[in-house]
Nanobody
Framework: QVQLIESGGGLVHSGGSLRLSCAAS????????MGWFRQAPGKEREFVAA????????YYGSFVKGRFTVSGDNAKMTLILQMNSLKPEDTAIYYC????????????????????WGQGTQVTVSS
């Protein structure tokens, strides 16, 4: 069993920065794909960013527009999300996710691809 634990959320003013971290515990054996999703009240879960270890590639949701940077070590199942220039619309619960199974290329933005999830950390951006 793999547990993912997020940290680093909090309250920040518009234009500020936050750094989210995710660490895995339990029976970790590495992950080929790790990502961040977020969910605001009344909205569906939304893809934020992901790293694919096999290609050393990173991916971002269209709303990110260069404000966020994802990094991490998929072998150790650790993940970082550096968020800059935060906006009130970035307010949401942010979830760390990992895939430890086979998945189809190009599906990194789909929540259903990830089989391990953290409990989430709240990010609140005030105007």
């Amino acid at each position: 069993q793999v547990q993912l634990i997020e940290s680093g959320g909090g309250l920040v003013h518009s234009g500020g920065s936050l750094r989210l971290s995710c660490a895995a515990s339990g029976r970790t054996s590495g992950s080929s794909l790790m990502g961040w999703f977020r969910q605001a009240p009344g909205k569906e879960r939304e893809f934020v960013a992901a790293i694919r270890s096999t290609a050393s590639a990173s991916y971002y949701g269209s709303f990110v527009k260069g404000r966020f940077t994802v990094s991490g070590d998929n072998a150790k199942m650790t993940l970082i999300l550096q968020m800059n220039s935060l906006k009130p619309e970035d307010t949401a619960i942010y979830y760390c996710a990992a895939n430890t199974e086979i998945y189809s290329p190009g599906t990194y933005s789909r929540a259903a691809v990830y089989n391990h999830w953290g409990q989430g950390t709240q990010v609140t951006v005030s105007s």
